[in-house]
């Protein structure tokens, strides 16, 4: 990859701008770098009465890299980063270290998409910028900004709480997820159209000084690899920076942060707790870690417009499309903002042009940053999966696409052959390995971008965001939001998303397949017709129909009543009823499974239901799905609870996932989601026991395992720090009394449970 400094696209506009940009982060410097080389007199803000960037690494992916080389910084990117370039991206699994998935980057992103994939340390890049930037900046430190103005004739103007006024041509909000400026864009002093996630980011940097000693941690440093582990409703991302001196994690896991910046600290010992069950690799990282830094994680909808309504303030970076850490995007796509906002305000030459080149600005970056916002917010539902078919599936496609990729970089050390295996990458849930999405994410060249808007008329540019988030990009955005829709509020979250795409045909077009995987996901249940209970809408209960038309016969099965029926992921509605004949050779087993969870059910859920299946692939194993649900509206809470175990006759074990989710947002948004596993060796005696005693006493070890984990979820609730509460006393109602957990998942705890009421006693096995 070459340097190319001498670009015709920086010229130097024919009228200069006095231009405000509001934030000195990585996108900050980046804008006034752009818009500088321009030609415009450019004046920096930044609050904070020192700069430079958190000690964290960052992923300088191609898209990235290839504006930094033309930028003229390949020399500085390879003396600080040349021996920590990836050889392979590869995903493992959480606890044991099995490798999943691998994705070739050495070499193959430069033949692929003609740059180079680096891993640096931020703050590293960020003096890279820094220097790039000074030039052309007047840089004001501890200059916080505190109202804005854009009354004419003096207007756009900033005050800053100095009271020191400054005016200027046009603003620039780069000021963060956190911004000030897209108050005045959006007129919300809150973050809009945000969910959180309910997730935690935390952000370690070990030295690798003792790593060549330890046996367990050398091979991190022999070969620099980007290292992913991933499992039930967390993952841990590792590489090397600084030449291989330092290694950098990232951590995601449930938590309940206050802050959305990494200034504030974390702590270490929760961190090893969430974690103690992980990869012996993990653990020991973890355990010589010193310091950690803690983020929390927004899932953020695309904002309507970024221009503020005068046409002279413009937003950039995380102030207009905060990213999540699942696709390495966050950094890229600030920079590739600032490229083409320098670019297009290179060729202004009268101030009336202002609010045009905003507008292709936005027709230009909308759109793309959207979908990269979705992109990322689907990684992580792929990540996050529990233990469970859902799983077992992702795993063994990774596999598959694995296979391909390493016969392929056999092959092409003799040369560059075709791929062997053809489509296996096309729905390949390692999103590394897909060459479609790598080539519309990595080939991106923000200047050729501005080049092509040159050659259209540019009314047509003016109205492309519209049109191009009317169609795929709306669609896909708003599908992966309906995905992280609380428990009982995807109607809500349907509503909203009607802001994005206005056309209600499509809606309804579009998001079928995301509301299909939601439904599966969240455990469904529908009145099965022709009886007087429900069922559950799961992976379980999806017949094959050996159909290349599958979508248009998809059947579902109701085990209780033996039949099966077509079921409306819209309307929520099942329909043609039909007889379905089981297996008898394991029929009386699931039967019993069936009578007992039933039993359960009466026990401990109100308005609970569950399902239990013979597994249509593997002999003598069997599901069984519990879910329960609350939806209290008037009091602002609704909570849902799902269990899912595999009772393996073949090699007597039960393992099970259970999955609470509970939203409280009267005066805030509170969220509890948190994933638990359970593994359970079945007794000889449970085996060799009639079905229906088995059934009883399998029941039983599941009450008990999940009382223990509603006793430690709700004692951890009670003991809740006085300094965490106190945070959350904005989202809690304005008492010491906390929200019940246990009313909100409609399940008998205490007393009820450890006394029980004769149906399940775990007896002798």
């Known amino acids: 990859m070459k340097e190319e400094v001498n670009k015709s696209c920086y010229r130097k506009a024919r009228k200069q701008l006095k231009i405000l940009v509001v934030g000195c982060g990585l996108g900050g410097l980046a804008a006034a770098y752009a818009l500088g080389r321009a030609g415009h007199s450019i004046i920096v803000v930044e609050s904070s009465p020192s700069i430079g ?147 935690l980011a935390y952000r370690v940097v070990l030295p690798t000084r003792t790593f060549v000693d330890d046996p367990q941690l050398r091979h991190l440093v022999d070969e620099p690899r980007i290292r992913c582990w991933i499992g039930p409703g967390r993952h841990v991302v590792g590489y090397c920076i600084r030449n291989r001196k330092e290694y950098n994690m990232v951590l995601v896991k449930p938590g309940d942060g206050h802050s959305y910046s990494w200034t504030a600290e974390g702590n270490l010992e929760e961190i090893r707790d969430g974690f103690h069950e992980w990869d012996p690799c993990v653990q020991k990282l973890l355990s010589r870690a010193e310091s950690v830094l803690e983020s929390k994680l927004l899932i953020c909808r695309p904002l309507k417009t970024w221009i503020h309504s005068s046409g002279r303030a413009v937003l950039l970076g995380d102030s207009c499309h905060p990213m999540l850490p699942y696709r390495a995007q966050g950094s890229a796509m600030a920079i590739e903002d600032a490229v083409v906002l320098g670019n297009l305000f290179s060729r202004i030459s009268d101030n009336s042009q202002i609010p045009d080149l905003l507008k292709a600005y936005e027709g230009l970056r909308h759109a793309r940053a959207s979908a990269t916002q979705a992109a990322s917010a689907r990684n992580r539902s792929v990540y996050h999966l529990p233990d469970g078919l859902e799983q077992e599936k992702r795993d063994a496609a990774m596999k598959l696409a694995m296979e391909e990729e390493l016969l392929n970089y056999e092959w092409s050390k003799d040369g560059d052959p075709p791929s062997v295996f053809g489509n296996r990458n096309r729905d390949n849930p390692n999103a590394w390995s897909d060459k479609n999405k790598n080539a519309e994410q990595f080939d991106y060249d923000p200047d050729t971008a501005v080049d092509e808007w040159r050659l259209l008329p540019f009314e047509f540019w003016t109205e492309r965001r519209q049109r191009a988030m009317e169609s795929h990009e709306r669609i896909q955005a708003a599908c992966d939001f309906l995905l992280q829709s609380p428990p009982g509020e995807i109607n809500d979250v349907l509503n909203d998303v009607r802001n994005i795409i206005s056309d209600d045909e499509l809606l309804q077009e579009g998001i079928v397949p995301a509301l299909k995987r939601y439904n599966l996901a969240q455990f469904i249940t529908v009145d099965v017709p022709e009886t007087n209970h429900q069922s559950i809408i799961s992976e379980a209960a999806r017949l094959s129909t050996g159909s290349e038309d599958e979508e248009a016969q998809e059947r579902w099965l109701d085990p209780r009543s033996k039949k099966s029926f077509v079921f409306d992921h819209i309307a929520l509605e099942a329909s043609d009823p039909q007889p379905f004949e089981p297996n008898e050779d394991f029929e009386t087993f699931r039967v019993a499974l069936e009578k007992a969870s039933l039993n359960y059910l009466l026990a401990h859920f109100h308005d609970g239901v569950s399902s239990a299946f013979s597994n249509q692939t593997t002999p003598n194993q069997f599901i069984l799905q519990v879910v329960a649900n609350k939806y209290n509206p008037t009091n602002f809470w609704s909570g849902r609870w799902r269990s899912e175990y595999i009772v393996d006759l073949n090699d007597h074990t039960i393992k099970g996932t259970i ?107």
């Open 659 to 765: 999955l609470v989710n509970v939203h409280y947002y009267e005066q805030g948004n509170v969220q509890l989601s948190t994933t638990h596993s359970i593994s359970i060796a079945l007794p000889p005696a449970i085996v060799t026991a009639s079905p229906e005693s088995a059934g009883t006493k399998i029941l039983a070890l599941i009450e008990t395992e999940e009382g223990k984990y509603q006793n430690s979820l709700n004692d951890t609730y009670h003991e809740m720090s006085e300094k965490t509460f106190k945070s959350l006393r904005r989202a809690l109602p304005m008492t010491r009394s906390k929200l019940d957990w246990e009313k909100v998942l409609g399940y008998k705890l205490g007393a009820e449970l450890s006394s029980s009421k004769g149906a399940f006693t775990s007896g002798s096995s």
């Open 53 to 199: 960037e958190v000690g964290a690494g960052i992923q300088v992916c191609p898209n990235l890299s290839r504006i930094l080389a033309k930028w003229g910084l390949v020399h500085k990117l390879k003396s600080i980063a040349e021996r920590d370039k990836p050889t392979w991206f590869t995903f493992h699994r959480y606890d044991t270290g099995e490798v999943l998935g691998m994705s070739r980057l050495e070499g193959k992103l430069d033949r692929d998409h003609g740059a180079p994939w680096y891993v640096v340390h931020r703050a590293d890049l960020y003096d890279m910028l820094f220097a790039k930037a000074s030039p052309y900046m007047d840089l004001r430190m501890e200059s916080k900004v505190v109202s804005l103005h854009f009354e004419q004739p003096f207007g756009p103007c900033a005050i800053l709480q100095t009271g020191e006024v400054i005016f200027a041509d046009l603003i620039v909000g780069a000021d963060g997820i956190n911004s000030v400026v897209r108050n005045y864009v959006t007129g919300q002093t809150e973050i809009p159209l945000s969910v959180p996630t309910g997730d």
